[in-house]
């Protein structure tokens, strides 16, 4: 898997997927950005709540589930020191269905803790490593 960033312009940053769809990520205004794209902590809970849900969305249809108006909000809180990593994430997942709450709890359990990736990652110490390139200006 592989991703890749093009700087556009001051604090921004643009990437496309595979299908080409296009996704602009930019700083906050406290930080010399614009505000308005999405910033890198709000893709971080974006993976983690879109991860789960499409574990979720196999179990329904693994059971043979019909559901419409599945939604999930997530909701983090960041500690003050650098790195303002994340303390808390809270997810809150809607959906209709023909399904009790404590099944449907079982389901997002199952979701979180034992199919999602993002959620496996965030609880890893993952090695990460680098290369770079230097191109002098002319």
């Not at 997810?91 to 209709?96: A, D, E, P």
């Not at 979180?112 to 390139?133: D, G, P, W």
């Amino acid at each position: 898997m592989e991703v890749e960033l093009i700087h556009s312009k001051d604090f921004t940053f643009k990437s496309w997927s595979e299908s080409q769809q296009e996704i602009t990520l930019g700083a906050s205004k406290e930080l010399g950005g614009e505000g308005k794209d999405y910033r890198p902590m709000q893709l971080m809970l974006l993976a983690l709540a879109s991860c789960s849900s499409f574990d979720i969305v196999a179990i329904f249809k693994k059971k043979k589930l019909a559901f419409s108006d599945f939604k999930i909000t997530a909701k983090g809180k960041r500690r003050e020191e650098i790195p303002n990593i994340f303390t808390e994430i809270k997810l809150h997942y809607s959906v209709k269905v023909n399904l009790n709450g404590e099944t449907f709890a079982k389901y997002i359990d199952l979701a979180l803790n034992k199919y999602c990736s993002v959620r496996a990652m965030l609880q890893e110490n993952i090695a990460v490593s680098f290369t770079h390139r230097i191109t002098p200006l002319s």
